[in-house]
């Protein structure tokens, strides 16, 4: 453990570098990064480290999966640190044009089935329990909005009915990343849920140009689309999946014959999912009753020693530094916010190693009188290439502390934000801890150009899938994972 003060002596003489250090206490190179001592003869460097204020709060921000986005759909049952997760999945699945034509003679047309085929892209949670899903038709009467992007945590704004049940599977997620070959299909990473053939009548004889398949706005009013639900106990996982790739499609398989021959035609008709004309929604239920995230969750000012974020639809951290407003004029080396996880003794190697942390966290400060959030002032920076994450902080990096190994760890560079505040007399602002997904922040440039700002849109590639990730950190009062910002410094 590190003191809270140390002090560091520099001479330089010719090529001989002598380092004389008061105290028994030392700059970790691995936590502060290089080049942070000046070359200056006879420079006095300092390591201070100043107390952070922390608590919890569950995000009501109104959080969105774009269509081309990974979407989530099965159940967490069994998650003691955040709780439970139900993730339901309704979208449509239709013809590239219309009218639309059934080749074949219609009379000659003999049905054999139909497969709904979902892209499996990955899962989050625990891939050695079975997932069932429950597939329906979406009721004719409460059909999508095509050209809205519903909230994933808003279950209400999705006004959407279950129709008729089509089918119930039971899912092995470790046999998803299987190769189906067949005469029609080469291809791996699928839900496959086989349907009945009365089901596959309906669209290979029963609806034509005549009727159903005339234009885009008749065919869905006959039919709304899929709607996935998953069963809540026994399961685990949250899978991830795609409903922009080509993996996605409904399968129709029918033989025919044009001239009513003896030879027939097997063939197969593919419906899919269409980014600007298809609607879809995905819909995440967070239920944390009994959880130990539900004791922190606060709406008060208390300070915690132990803080939870969970990814979208989830919670954040909100951090306080009041010693740093008073923080005299000086010359600031480095600065940085480190962030330490907090492993769950009981589960360490079950729960801990299937409940990931998030890939992603984003510091940023929260301007309520907007309801938004904004840039740390002079360290977050957006060019031609994106954030300066890299530069920033925010990415996962494991540590070997504290007697684990693999403890999750993110450290911010907040140096210039510091530097102005002690200099310029810049205002400190209460921070905020969170695991993006689809976000926004109103961005400002770095001083002097800090004249105007605009909103800036990040996305799940810079960020973490929805529901992807979560961690118990220690609080600024943990007494062996503590919360804190280090000061490397000189006087003038």
Do not use: W
Request: hydrophobic share 35%; proline share 4%.
């Amino acid at each position: 453990m590190h003191s809270f003060f140390t002090l560091r002596r520099i001479f330089i003489s010719g090529v001989v570098l002598i380092i004389s250090l008061t105290g028994c206490t030392r700059i970790s190179s691995t936590d502060v990064g290089s080049g942070l001592i000046p070359a200056i003869d006879g420079v006095i460097t300092k390591d201070t480290i100043l107390e952070v204020l922390t608590d919890s709060y569950e995000d009501m921000d109104t959080a969105r999966i774009y269509k081309s986005d990974n979407h989530l759909l099965g159940s967490i049952s069994n998650d003691p640190l955040f709780g439970k997760t139900r993730a339901s999945l309704y979208f449509e699945l239709k013809p590239n044009a219309y009218p639309y034509f059934v080749p074949g003679n219609k009379d000659s047309v003999v049905v054999d089935s139909a497969v709904l085929i979902l892209s499996y892209k990955g899962f989050y949670g625990d891939s050695t329990l079975p997932l069932r899903l429950n597939l329906f038709e979406i009721d004719n009467n409460t059909p999508l909005d095509q050209y809205r992007t519903y909230p994933v945590n808003h279950p209400s704004a999705v006004n959407v009915n279950l129709g008729q049940s089509l089918t119930s599977q039971t899912f092995d997620i470790r046999r998803l990343g299987d190769s189906v070959n067949n005469r029609y299909e080469n291809a791996k990473n699928q839900l496959r849920f086989p349907l009945s053939k009365a089901f596959a009548t309906r669209f290979i004889k029963t609806y034509d140009s005549t009727n159903a398949y005339r234009s885009d706005s008749i065919f869905r009013t006959y039919f709304a689309g899929f709607a996935l639900t998953a069963n809540t106990a026994g399961a685990n996982a949250l899978l991830k999946i795609s409903l922009a790739d080509t993996n996605t499609k409904f399968a129709l398989y029918y033989s025919s014959s044009s001239t009513g021959a003896t030879q027939r035609d097997t063939s197969v008709l593919y419906f899919k999912f269409n980014t600007i004309s298809d609607g879809s929604a995905n819909v995440v239920v967070r239920d944390r009753t009994g959880s130990e995230a539900a004791r922190y969750l606060t709406t008060t000012s208390k300070s915690d020693s132990l803080v939870y974020i969970q990814s979208v639809p989830g919670t954040f951290v909100r951090i306080r530094i009041p010693g740093l407003q008073g923080l005299s004029n000086r010359i600031v080396h480095r600065a940085e916010l480190i962030t330490e996880q907090v492993p769950d003794d009981n589960n360490l190697a079950t729960l801990e190693k299937q409940m990931l942390p998030p890939r992603y966290l984003l510091l940023s400060r929260y301007d309520s009188a907007i309801n938004a959030k904004r840039n740390i002032p002079n360290d977050y920076t957006i060019g031609s290439n994106g954030p300066n994450i890299s530069a920033f902080g925010g990415y996962l990096v494991s540590k070997s502390i504290q007697g684990y190994d693999n403890v999750a760890s993110y450290t911010f560079d907040v140096s210039r934000y510091v530097q102005g505040i002690v200099t310029r007399k810049d205002t400190s602002f209460t921070l905020r801890l969170s695991a993006p997904s689809n976000d926004s922040l109103y961005y400002t440039p770095p001083y002097p150009g800090n004249t105007s700002s605009q909103l800036y849109y990040l996305n799940p590639s810079v960020g973490n899938d929805v529901g992807d990730g979560r961690i118990r950190l220690g609080g600024g009062t943990h007494t062996r994972f503590r919360m804190r910002l280090r000061i490397i410094f000189s006087r003038i």
